[in-house]
């Protein structure tokens, strides 16, 4: 049976479970005056005969799927020919790919050797066998949990505080994933970063002025020694980032005070839904925008005034970025401004202040942890972002703060690096962790700089 099925089978055992807990709290109440008599109500005894059924089943089919590939794959291979393991690491992985890929289905016999053919063969039928006891498991797991629950149900089983408790905890859960995923990720670029390090001095990274990552992959190629100074392409990026930030902040922020303030609200019902559809545009038709249209219109402006303007520049990346990044600025700020009481401003207009002093002195300064937050929002989606820049300003990694120029983006040379079959044990591929790793210390700058701004702000207005 397949997962998807075993997971649809066992939301239909929790449906049931919940139904039937639900209907047990009537009937164990049937003579001593119905659901008065109950502790908590029939739908809390409902989730909990549903949870018991869930939870524990649901935990054994993510810990089976979690390690049944692996199990699998080392009882394989040590039933397969010793020249395996004379092989390298590299060597072993394709040679066992091939194998569970004719088990699956998806490489012909004709391309194996039959020592293969045989691995392949006992691949799936351990999978088959799998699949039938990850099946029979969850269902017996599901099954003896509601019918745990259920039998537990009567008036005085608090089964409210129960159903909470389960919650409290799958919340907590939820929230140390979230943790240890960031922890994970950080981790994992730290590791390959360090790698890198210790190939190339960390100084000449940081504030070398050259970028020209072109080494040898392999030891029959000829390739330059390669220069990884990453100046360059954080110039780029803060370039490109800030013309963005200079059309999407005022622009976003204005539309917000607007749509807030003076717009009607037939006027707000219908004008906040079209902009924020430009915030579900790909990517990629903004690309395309600033390539054929933006860039061509940049360019021939700045020939009739006399400049030098290059085909693929910052000022046309940025412009379009910053059209694309308008709705999360003006979204996020008139959420908050919205948020702002009523009774604020009628104090204030009521003590004779316009409607600017209002909101230059009132609401601005109380919404101004969520402006905040909404404008560094914005500043990471410019940094990370990469389609546009690829297709507007060009993969040049030249230093310059000239808008007119093409420059780069360190979330590009990321990409341009990783791009095809690429091995990491060599600085070129390396770098890429290094590039990220600079770009999670410049986010967390960006988050200490606008904590610190609004805790700031905040003491002198409260």
């Known amino acids: 049976m397949e997962t998807t099925t075993v997971f649809l089978v066992l939301i239909l055992l929790t449906v049931i479970s919940f139904l039937t807990g639900r209907k047990r709290s009537h009937a164990v109440t049937s003579g001593q005056g119905g659901a008065r008599a109950l502790h908590s109500l029939p739908k809390h005894y409902g989730y909990m005969a549903g949870l018991w059924a869930l939870l524990?089943?649901?935990?054994v089919l993510v810990l089976w799927l979690l390690f049944e590939s692996s199990i699998l794959a080392s009882i394989v291979k040590d039933d397969m020919p010793g020249e395996l393991w004379q092989m390298s690491e590299s060597e072993q992985g394709l040679y066992f790919n091939q194998v569970v890929g004719y088990a699956r289905g998806a490489t012909d016999a004709d391309?194996?050797?039959?020592?293969?053919?045989?691995?392949?063969?006992h691949y799936r039928a351990l999978a088959e066998s799998s699949r039938v006891i990850k099946a029979l498991l969850v269902f017996v797991i599901a099954l003896l949990g509601a019918l745990l629950a259920i039998r537990r149900i009567h008036p005085k089983l608090r089964a409210r505080n129960h159903v909470e408790k389960i919650f409290k905890w799958l919340l907590f859960s939820c929230s140390l994933l979230a943790v240890l995923t960031t922890l994970g990720i950080v981790l994992?670029?730290?590791?390959?970063?360090?790698r890198f390090f210790q190939a190339i001095p960390i100084a000449d990274f940081l504030f070398g002025l050259q970028w020209s990552p072109q080494?040898?992959?392999?030891?029959?190629?000829?390739?330059?020694?390669?220069?990884?100074?990453?100046v360059?392409?954080?110039?780029?990026?803060?370039?490109?980032?800030?013309?963005?930030?200079?059309?999407?902040?005022?622009?976003?922020?204005m539309s917000a005070i607007y749509l807030s303030e003076y717009a009607t609200r037939r006027f707000r019902a219908f004008t906040k839904p079209v902009l924020e559809?430009?915030?579900?545009?790909?990517?990629?038709?903004?690309?395309?925008?600033?390539?054929?249209?933006?860039?061509?219109?940049?360019r021939n402006v700045g020939e009739a005034l006399g400049l030098h303007v290059a085909s693929e520049s910052a000022l046309a990346a940025g412009l379009v970025m910053g059209i694309m990044i308008i709705p999360?600025?003006?979204?996020?700020s008139d959420d908050i401004i919205n948020a702002v009481p009523d009774t604020m401003r009628e104090a204030s207009l009521g003590m004779g202040a316009t409607m600017n002093e209002t909101i230059r002195k009132v609401l601005l300064p109380a919404a101004l942890p969520g402006i905040v937050?909404?404008?560094?929002?914005?500043?990471?989606?410019?940094?990370?972002?990469?389609?546009?820049?690829?297709?507007?300003?060009?993969?040049?990694?030249?230093?310059?703060?000239?808008?007119?120029?093409?420059?780069?983006?360190?979330?590009?040379?990321?990409?341009?690096?990783?791009?095809?079959d690429q091995e990491f044990d060599n600085p070129k591929t390396l770098a890429a962790f290094a590039l990220g790793l600079v770009l999670f210390f410049v986010t967390l700058l960006l988050n200490i700089i606008a904590l610190y701004v609004v805790r700031k702000y905040r003491e002198q207005y409260e």
Do not use: K
């Open 111 to 121: 391309m194996l050797d039959p020592a293969q053919i045989v691995a392949g063969d």
């Open 188 to 194: 994992s670029v730290l590791f390959e970063a360090i």
């Open 232 to 253: 360059p392409l954080f110039v780029g990026t803060l370039l490109i980032s800030t013309v963005a930030m200079i059309i999407a902040v005022p622009v976003g922020l």
């Open 373 to 420: 937050g909404g404008i560094l929002l914005a500043v990471s989606r410019a940094i990370g972002e990469t389609m546009i820049v690829v297709m507007a300003a060009g993969l040049s990694a030249r230093l310059t703060i000239n808008p007119l120029e093409a420059v780069t983006t360190i979330t590009v040379q990321i990409v341009t690096l990783l791009v095809g």
């Open 215 to 230: 080494t040898a992959i392999r030891a029959d190629q000829v390739a330059a020694s390669g220069s990884f100074g990453i």
């Open 277 to 298: 559809i430009l915030a579900g545009v790909p990517t990629v038709v903004y690309g395309f925008f600033a390539a054929l249209t933006v860039a061509p219109f940049i």
């Open 328 to 332: 999360f600025v003006m979204s996020l």
């Open 56 to 59: 524990p089943a649901l935990t």
